[in-house]
T-cell receptor, first 117, second 112 residues
Framework: DAGVIQSPRHEVTEMGQEVTLRCKPI?????LFWYRQTMMRGLELLIY????????DSGMPEDRFSAKMPNASFSTLKIQPSEPRDSAVYFC???????????????FGDGTRLSIL | KQEVTQIPAALSVPEGENLVLNCSFT??????LQWFRQDPGKGLTSLLL?????REQTSGRLNASLDKSSGRSTLYIAASQPGDSATYLC???????????FGGGTRLMVKP
């Protein structure tokens, strides 16, 4: 079975550039989550969708960050303009069930390692 | 604000030992508690999920317990193997369903 697929695996770009991270959830899963992981702050939930609708984006750090889910099989996380402090590993996860308060496990992709110079 | 703490931050044991990883949380109004494993350069893998009404869950050599009133969970690994080497994280969603808080993780090394 194909798991959660994220692209690119690595991205290095200069500050000020637009960055787009992509995620394909597991087929049939109706909840999708974006996370950021850094040494300083650990793993943080940024935003999650249920049935393609953004439910809670209170974890999104700034207006420079935006996320979309145009259909059940694709989501993007965009940073514009990017800054060095955005450097982190960004994970996408999906699950069956209703978002955070679900007793269904989340399945994670292998992440995108983002470096902003 | 929910705070989740994992102790120890790192642990090194010889193969075959039984070990316990600890997770504590400050707000007992949780929906469930989840344990994950993370290998270097990889995403998280869900290990066990304990619903708030449950006391423990078992999967193979892993057993996780939950004591909501004291704000604690433990992950017990029996007969540890080198393949168990990874970072183990616990996470708790709040009852409102709008926040998922992770602990900082315990980095486990099992030596052959």
């Amino acid at each position: 079975d194909a798991g959660v697929i994220q692209s690119p695996r690595h991205e290095v770009t200069e500050m000020g550039q637009e960055v787009t991270l992509r995620c394909k959830p597991i087929s049939g899963h109706n909840s999708l989550f974006w996370y950021r992981q850094t040494m300083m702050r650990g793993l943080e939930l940024l935003i999650y969708f249920n049935n393609n609708v953004p439910i809670d984006d209170s974890g999104m750090p700034e207006d420079r960050f935006s996320a979309k889910m145009p259909n059940a099989s694709f989501s993007t996380l965009k940073i514009q303009p990017s800054e060095p402090r955005d450097s982190a590993v960004y994970f996408c996860a999906s699950s069956l069930g209703g978002g955070i308060n679900s007793n269904q496990p989340q399945h994670f992709g292998d992440g995108t390692r983002l470096s902003i110079l | 604000k929910q705070e989740v703490t994992q102790i120890p931050a790192a642990l090194s044991v010889p193969e075959g030992e039984n070990l316990v990883l600890n997770c504590s949380f400050t707000d007992s109004a949780i929906y469930n508690l989840q344990w994950f494993r993370q290998d270097p350069g990889k995403g998280l893998t869900s290990l066990l999920l304990i619903q708030s009404s449950q006391r423990e869950q078992t999967s193979g050599r892993l057993n996780a317990s939950l004591d909501k009133s004291s704000g604690r969970s433990t992950l017990y690994i029996a007969a540890s193997q080198p393949g168990d080497s990874a970072t183990y994280l616990c996470a708790v969603p709040n009852n409102a369903g709008n926040m998922l808080t992770f602990g900082g993780g315990t980095r486990l090394m099992v030596k052959p």
